[in-house]
């Protein structure tokens, strides 16, 4: 079983950057693809970027690419999610994801954080 904890969320202005990690439980965290979500009010939740257990492969969707990065350090059980040129529609509660395959779907995964609240005003 892994336990995740989100933290790093907070408020920014458009065009600013923030950094949120995952801290995960469990000493057979690389095992594990770890995925980065996000949901606003009234919407569904949406897929960020996923990063694979080694940290080898990445995905992100497009709405990210190019201004987030994924990374990960197994050593600290902890993954990343750099967020750069943030924009309003960037405004979501960010919940990071366990699964030991890496996929674009929430529904796959397994272990969940509680979430994070990022707000970018304009």
């Known amino acids: 079983q892994v336990q995740l904890v989100e933290s790093g969320g907070g408020l920014v202005q458009a065009g600013g950057s923030l950094r949120l990690s995952c801290a995960a439980s469990g000493r057979t965290f690389s095992r594990y693809a770890i995925g980065w979500f996000r949901q606003a009010p009234g919407k569904e939740r949406e897929f960020v970027a996923a990063i694979s257990g080694s940290g080898g492969n990445t995905y992100y969707s497009d709405s990210v690419k190019g201004r987030f990065t994924i990374s990960r350090d197994n050593a600290k059980n902890t993954v990343y999610l750099q967020m750069n040129s943030l924009k309003p529609e960037d405004t979501a509660v960010y919940s990071c994801?366990?699964?030991?395959?890496?996929?674009?779907?929430?529904?796959?995964?397994?272990?969940w954080g509680q979430g994070t609240q990022v707000t970018v005003s304009s």
């Open positions: 994801a366990a699964n030991e395959l890496i996929v674009t779907s929430y529904k796959t995964y397994d272990y």
